[in-house]
Each structure stands twice: as structure tokens, then as C-alpha cells.
Antibody, heavy 118, light 110 residues
Framework: EVQLVESGGGLVQSGGSLRLSCAASGFPLRNYWMSWVRQAPGKGLEWVANIKEDGSEKYYVDSVKGRFTISRDNAKNSVFLQMNSLRVEDTAVFYC???????????WGQGILVTVSS | QSALTQPRSVSGSPGQSVAISCTGTSSDVGGYNYVSWYQQDPGKAPKLMIYDVNKRPSGVPDRFSGSKSGNTASLTISGLQAEDEADYYCCSFAGSHIYVFGTGTKVTVL
């Protein structure tokens, strides 16, 4: 059974940093692109970042470029999102998602809340 | 990278059909057949319902179907059931490894 479990969220002040982790199980992480998607309170979904199977390619939504970094450790079955220079508008539930079938996020974690206070 | 446009809400009685539109541009919905749809219950993670415009993953009821015409994709729920009440989001590939989601539609079963 595919499982994705996020951790590392919490409350941080504006300008601060946070590192999210996603523990993957039930499938060979090294064979899949992985993604982060976020959802601000009461708002819609927003794709944040993708990372290639071997970590050699990374892509970001414009609003987080230069502030967020996606990475992975296939040996530890984990994907990470380092978030720096956090802003109030980054407050959201962050989901780790497997990029399975091309163009599709086929499995999702339960999400982790990140709250940025002013 | 503007969000795709969806109606805020749609509703129908049990057994009826409802359709949710997802309007983008030629740079996303109209340019690729990588449109997917996700169902999200309150407080839960999204669930994949349709991919590649009109394909259903294993386990998704066949009352869910997808289509696309030009820059607009659509999700149709036929034979609406109470359990279908949820938020629905479309998503499209937008080139250069970029993805854009829709604004979301709340489906209410009357």
C-alpha cells in the first residue's frame, strides 16, 4: 500500500525557515518524480514543486522560487521541502504527492499545516 | 501561472447528472491532454478521479467521466450520489514541468 506521511510543520514567524519531510513507503521511491502541493486555509490547491527521480531536475511555482528547495534521499525513502524567508501568505496545508502517471498526482499524504505569523 | 477557472458550486439531486467546467488557455488545458481531476472531502487529502482528460484510475466509479474541448475541460458525474458531495479540482500541465490547478468547485447533493 502506497503511503506518504508528512512531518515538520508548525508555527513560524515571518522571515523564518521550516523543513518539511515526507516519508514514503509501499513503492520504490527512486522510480518516481515527487511533488509538493499546498492549500491555504479555505482556498484551492496550488502546485509548489516537483523533483525528478534522481534529484537532478527540480521545478517550482514562481511564488516560491529562490525561497523553497525540494530535495530527496532515495536511500531513506524521503522527500523534503526546505522553506526559507517564509511569508504570511505561505500559510497552508502542504501535501506530499507522488507524480505517478505522467501529468498526474496519483497518491497524496494527509497533509501538514504550516502557519506563518507576522 | 493563473489558476484555471471553475464554477464555485454546482448542485443536483440524487440520480441526476452534473458537469463541472475547467477553463484555461492554449498554454495549459488547450495545449496538452494532461488534465486530471481530484475529489477532496473536508479536511482530507485530494483523491485522483480522472487523468489524461478522460481516464479513470482503478476503483473510481464509472459514473465519473472527463472530456475536453478547446481550452475547457469538463468532469461529469452521472447518477449523482450523496457520497459524491465534495470539492473538486481540475489540474493541467502547463509546459516546462509546471502545473496549474483550478479554483475548485463545491458539489452539493440536494
Amino acid at each position: 500500500e502506497v503511503q506518504l506521511v508528512e512531518s515538520g510543520g508548525g508555527l513560524v514567524q515571518s522571515g523564518g525557515s521550516l523543513r518539511l519531510s515526507c516519508a514514503a513507503s509501499g513503492f520504490p521511491l527512486r522510480n518516481y518524480w515527487m511533488s509538493w502541493v499546498r492549500q491555504a486555509p479555505g482556498k484551492g490547491l496550488e502546485w509548489v514543486a516537483n523533483i525528478k527521480e534522481d534529484g537532478s531536475e527540480k521545478y517550482y511555482v514562481d511564488s516560491v522560487k529562490g525561497r523553497f528547495t525540494i530535495s530527496r534521499d532515495n536511500a531513506k525513502n524521503s522527500v523534503f521541502l526546505q522553506m526559507n524567508s517564509l511569508r504570511v501568505e505561505d500559510t497552508a496545508v502542504f501535501y506530499c504527492a507522488r507524480y505517478g502517471i505522467p501529468g498526474t498526482f496519483d497518491y497524496w499524504g494527509q497533509g501538514i499545516l504550516v502557519t506563518v505569523s507576522s | 501561472q493563473s489558476a484555471l477557472t471553475q464554477p464555485r458550486s454546482v448542485s443536483g439531486s440524487p440520480g441526476q447528472s452534473v458537469a463541472i467546467s475547467c477553463t484555461g488557455t492554449s498554454s495549459d488545458v488547450g495545449g496538452y491532454n494532461y488534465v486530471s481531476w481530484y475529489q477532496q472531502d473536508p479536511g482530507k487529502a485530494p483523491k485522483l478521479m480522472i487523468y489524461d482528460v478522460n481516464k479513470r484510475p482503478s476503483g473510481v466509479p464509472d459514473r465519473f467521466s472527463g472530456s475536453k474541448s478547446g481550452n475547457t475541460a469538463s468532469l461529469t458525474i452521472s447518477g449523482l450520489q450523496a457520497e459524491d458531495e465534495a470539492d473538486y479540482y481540475c489540474c493541467s500541465f502547463a509546459g516546462s514541468h509546471i502545473y496549474v490547478f483550478g479554483t475548485g468547485t463545491k458539489v452539493t447533493v440536494l
